[in-house]
């Protein structure tokens, strides 16, 4: 009668697309940030300076930042001042910008558009289709 051996190669073949899984998030996070310091506004430097990769292993993701203490009004360029503007004036025309003030300006959404211009790499990178916010499903 014939022995039949059980091997179990679970935590060599788990730990191997683990490996590939980190390497290809890590690809995948340097090539965003780079494509958004090129897409970034750029005024004083401190935005662009301030875009970096934080890389969370354990929960298999990476985040691209953007802002810190010199560059904390990346909401304000994201999203723009408009709003703002409109928002103060409660409906009564028009806002009045003191001297002193920078005005309203349109939103300038460089994240969106750095993924966006990725989105095929990003995608040959994972084998599958990524979508994003602001698009439909591929």
């Known amino acids: 009668m014939a022995q039949i051996q059980y091997i179990n190669h679970y935590n060599e073949v788990y730990a191997a697309i683990h490996a590939d899984t980190i390497e290809k998030l890590?690809?995948?996070?340097d090539l965003i940030r780079d494509s958004m310091k090129q897409e970034c506004p750029v005024n004083t430097g401190a935005l662009k300076k301030s875009i970096r990769v934080k890389r969370l292993p354990k929960e298999l993701a990476v985040k691209i930042i953007a802002g810190g203490?010199?560059?904390?009004?990346?909401?304000?360029?994201?999203?723009?001042?408009?709003?703002?503007?409109e928002r103060f004036t409660k409906g009564r025309g028009p806002h009045v910008f003191k001297?002193?003030?920078?005005?309203?300006?349109?939103?300038?959404?460089?994240?969106l558009r750095a993924l966006n211009k990725n989105i095929e790499a990003l995608q040959a990178l994972f084998g599958r289709p990524i979508t994003t916010f602001g698009s439909k499903a591929a």
Do not use: D
């Open 26 to 29: 890590n690809r995948a996070g």
């Open 69 to 85: 203490k010199k560059a904390w009004y990346v909401h304000l360029v994201v999203f723009g001042l408009l709003h703002i503007a």
């Open 99 to 111: 001297a002193h003030s920078t005005g309203s300006f349109q939103p300038n959404n460089f994240m």
